[in-house]
């Protein structure tokens, strides 16, 4: 009868010892790689514009500029733009990929493509250092023959 007793203990202590162990196991997995990332503007800051009475900025990303149409950002010098002002300029880009957020001054009244004034590369190599849900700025200063300006991005793994 002792024997059953033990048998029965010892069947009761290891089925409780394999549940302890698994709650043990879950963090790990809670920092999966992510395999590819969100990029969005966060903002743009004028230090010095080109113009006196300030400069009309849009982003071209992939081709397509923000904002769309004959749209455009005034920004004066202190001024702050976020990534709402210029319609949310958002991309995904794999853990190879890169996504580049040109920085341009256009002249109304029929806005186009503008002048490059500079750009900020969002780069694979970075997505691949996140876990998913992790989240990094990518800050750049980007200056020229009499402007200065400041652009953040913030990727997130996915």
């Known amino acids: ?19 302890a162990a698994v709650p043990a196991a879950s963090p790990a997995d809670a920092t999966t790689r992510a395999s590819t990332c969100r990029v969005e503007v966060n903002f743009v ?11 009309e900025i849009r982003i071209n990303l992939a081709g397509y500029m923000y904002p769309s149409g004959n749209r455009y950002v005034a920004m004066n010098n202190g001024d702050r733009a ?3 002002n210029f319609a949310n ?3 995904t880009i794999g853990t190879t990929g ?10 109304p009244p029929a ?9 900020v590369t969002a780069w694979g190599f970075t997505c691949a250092t996140l876990a998913t849900g992790q ?3 990518i800050p750049q ?8 300006y400041y652009m953040g991005l913030v990727m997130t793994g996915l």
């Open 1 to 19: 009868m002792r024997s059953h007793k033990l048998v029965l203990a010892l069947a009761l202590t290891a089925g409780l010892a394999v549940p």
């Open 135 to 137: 989240v990094i700025d």
């Open 141 to 148: 200063h980007i200056f020229g023959n009499g402007y200065w």
């Open 45 to 55: 800051d004028a230090y010095d514009t080109d113009e006196n009475n300030g400069d």
């Open 89 to 91: 300029p958002t991309t």
């Open 98 to 107: 890169s996504a580049l957020f040109s920085l341009r001054e256009v002249t």
């Open 111 to 119: 806005v186009g493509q503008g002048d490059v004034l500079g750009s």
């Open 82 to 84: 976020y990534s709402g």
